[in-house]
């Protein structure tokens, strides 16, 4: 193992960056994979492109001749541009992306070959539904699937391939993916929001949820990926010993980036320009070779696609660079893990940014119903927003001094919080007097335009508000986006929808619009004042006060998971007509079984690196301690005193060897009882309680072990800091 890791070492003093030569600007080769709409236009008639645009904006169905038409003007676009297959791209329940490729080559019946791509092939294919995650909705020999064009999404190409953004359902009808519900919240959100804005302008016709994403990562170098079983199949070091210098001195965090990973950086920037992701910004983050990168914000359903073709360019292009990517959450023990900053607001089709302070009292009015709905949002739906972002990865990150707890709360600062608490004080049941109402539209209007510069940020807040939008820090780096954000438009979705009723409730009975606005505005601030919290997300104290407010502080996955069986979600999810009842509860089974499953992997890739590797490795160093004290016994009378060190050692090793041996059984047959069990959920709670536990114990005596064997065992994560070298 040590000649291994030195061959390792070796490899990577002699990398170099890898100059991809002078790229262009991203202003001249931005979209240029994309069959935008300023493409469309060209190569679709007039009266087509028309027909087209008026069905994105409405929602409207496209029927067979306009999919013909886009069919063949994207398959000539494309062949101009070298493709010769195309694929439906879509977003499975395992968080990863699919495709499946077929050739535009096609058959007439004398027997010469065409090629082909019509509307029927655009708007539907016929991917295998069995072998997707899919919570029991389809049984294996039932393989029947189908994947349906998302208009909304446009399509692309990637590595000589047209790719066409879809949903995926099941033979039944069931959504089998993350897009469907999605585009199921936004809509719902977009109504929900229009009628909420013609309280305050009636030319607001449409309503978009925007999110813009911090997609944080590390960086190895491959020659010390391979070295690493773990790291290959789990995607994070399940044992080795920390650094002497990691973060502690805080000098990583927006430091010089390396030349190896500026040429990374460059070469990935540029794939996503010519693929229409507006990659906008990089730095070092706070770990050592832990990296960010931030788009400019877009509509959410695309940046949700954007996010997952980041993802897999990312793997790709590393690759090309002697890099490996790891997305996961806690890669290594010791420093901080890697999150996926969500930032959500809502945008009008007539520019306006709904959760932006404006300048006058009727737009600070708008902004403080949509802020105030989402605060409440946040209150109701906590533990389903947690359950949205809760994996076995996540699990290990939040809750550090990295990375938000998972109570969930909101952060407004300071000057926020006391808007709405003297709103409260101001309004009352009663009716308000001209003066009265005067001094409350005033003190509304003071709100600043700008937010930021009157409070500090808070980064243990897992649901913060930065100043025209809110971020959910809590969000996994290696998680499809469109989890969370399903769950956060549909309960702001239903929190605007209730906000209306009780509005007009009001209005009805005789209490002017106004008036009847601030009501319910000072209702719903009572109401969700449990959920808000300016203070340190880290400390004990918050969590004895959470308990205390009612709030969920479950720190386990299994557990939290449980919110998608709650009453609540299923009014939310399941009335709303997002998800069936069915869909539901699949995903409730689908994020249990994939917890249970990386937690099986884990354990037996744990149990085969100690017997295999680190046992050999501290028996060969004993038997050297062995022959040593052997050796000085023969010439020495005084050995014992004189070889004092080496005896306590060997008898050191002898014993985490035997507390290794025996726990790694003992883990083995817990995962034996364990998965005697039918159900998956309870398999998933016999292997928290009983199986996880033990990856803990016997990495503390891996630990020991080291400390004792040096750097025998493990190239990585010791030599971390000579990643970078060259």
């Keep these: ?139 294996t020999f039932e393989a029947r699937g189908y994947t349906a064009w998302d208009p909304a999404s446009p399509a692309f190409i990637n590595n000589r391939t047209l790719c066409i953004p879809t949903v995926f359902v099941a033979y039944t009808g069931e959504a089998l993916d993350f897009k469907t519900p999605l585009l199921k919240a936004l809509a719902l959100i977009d109504r929900a929001a229009v009628d909420i804005c013609q309280y305050f302008d009636k030319d607001v016709k449409r309503v978009l949820a925007t999110l813009g994403w911090e997609q944080e990562y590390f960086l190895v170098d491959e020659a010390l990926y391979n070295a690493r079983p773990d790291l290959k199949l789990c995607g994070r070091t399940l044992m080795g010993h920390s650094s002497a210098k990691d973060q502690q001195l805080e000098d990583q965090y927006f430091g010089s980036i390396p030349a190896r ?47 997952q073709l980041l993802m897999s360019t990312m793997k790709r292009v590393a690759r090309r660079h002697n890099f490996r990517v790891l997305l996961h959450e806690k890669p290594y023990k010791g420093v901080n893990g890697s999150g996926k900053h969500n930032n959500w607001s809502l945008m009008t089709d007539t520019g306006v940014n709904l959760l932006s302070p404006g300048k006058n009292p009727k737009s600070n009015m708008q902004f403080l119903v949509f802020l105030v709905s989402t605060i409440r949002a946040v209150y109701e739906h906590g533990d389903l927003l947690k359950a949205s972002i809760v994996s076995l990865g996540n699990e290990a990150r939040l809750g550090g001094d990295e990375a938000p707890p998972v109570i969930m709360s909101v952060f407004l600062g300071n000057y926020l919080s006391g808007v709405l608490d003297e709103l409260v004080e101001k309004v009352s049941d009663r009716k308000m007097s001209p003066d009265e109402k005067t001094e409350l539209k005033l003190n509304v209007g003071k709100i600043p335009e700008i937010m930021l510069d009157n409070t500090d940020r808070n980064r243990t807040s897992p649901f913060a508000f930065t100043g025209n939008r809110f971020e959910f820090r809590a969000v996994g780096s290696s998680a499809n986006c469109g989890g969370p954000m399903i769950a956060l438009n549909a309960a702001v979705a239903e929190q605007l929808i209730h906000f209306k009723q009780e509005t007009d409730a009001l209005i009805d009975k005789g209490v002017k619009k106004d008036e009847a606005i601030f009501q319910v505005l000072r209702k719903y601030i009572i109401e969700s004042k449990l959920v808000r919290f300016e203070g340190n997300g880290y400390s004990k104290e918050w969590k004895e006060e959470a308990e205390r407010r009612g709030l969920s502080t479950e720190v386990d996955c299994v557990p939290a998971l449980k919110a998608y069986c709650s009453g609540k979600a299923k009014r939310l999810l399941v009335d709303s007509g997002i998800l069936s009842e069915r869909e539901l509860k699949a995903r409730f089974e689908i994020k249990n079984e994939i917890y249970l499953k990386k937690l099986q992997i884990e354990s037996r890739v744990l149990g085969d690196l100690v017997l295999n590797h680190v046992i050999p490795t501290a028996i060969s160093y004993q038997n050297t301690l062995l022959t040593n004290v052997t050796s000085l016994k023969a010439i020495l009378p005084d050995y014992e005193q004189v070889a004092d060190v080496q005896i306590d050692e060997i008898r ?36 928290t309680i009983n199986v996880r536990p033990y990856l803990e114990k016997i990495r503390y005596h891996v630990d020991k072990l080291e400390l004792l064997v040096d750097d025998e065992i493990w190239p990585l994560p010791k030599y971390r800091e000579l990643l970078f070298s060259r």
């Design 261 to 307: 990973v500026t040429a990374f950086m460059d070469e990935l920037e540029h794939e996503c320009h010519c693929l229409g992701i507006p990659i906008k910004t990089r730095h070092n983050e706070v770990a050592p070779n832990q990296f960010e990168c931030a788009p400019i914000f877009e509509e959410a359903n695309l940046a949700v696609d954007h996010n």
């Design 652 to 687: 050191t090793i002898s014993h985490h060897i035997r507390e290794i041996q025996k726990m790694v059984s003992d883990m083995t047959e817990a995962r034996k009882q364990a998965n005697t069990i039918s159900d998956e959920v309870k398999r998933a709670e016999e292997y």
């Design 1 to 139: 193992m040590a000649k291994f890791r030195f061959l390792a070492l070796q490899e990577i003093t002699r990398r170099k960056p890898v100059e991809r030569g002078e790229l262009p600007r991203c202003s001249a080769v931005f979209g240029e994979s994309v069959f935008s709409m300023d493409k469309m236009r060209h190569y679709l008639s007039i009266e087509a492109y028309k027909k087209l645009e008026r069905a994105m904006v409405e929602g409207s169905v496209i029927d067979r001749g306009l999919a013909d038409q886009v069919a063949s003007a994207m398959k000539a676009w494309a062949v101009e541009r070298g493709v010769t297959h195309y694929t439906h791209w879509f977003h499975p329940l395992n968080g990863a992306t699919a495709e499946k490729h077929d050739s535009f080559i096609d058959l007439l019946p004398d027997g010469d070959v065409i090629e082909c791509f019509d509307g029927r092939l655009l708007v539907q294919q016929e991917p295998d539904a069995s072998s997707f995650p899919n919570g029991g909705i389809r049984n």
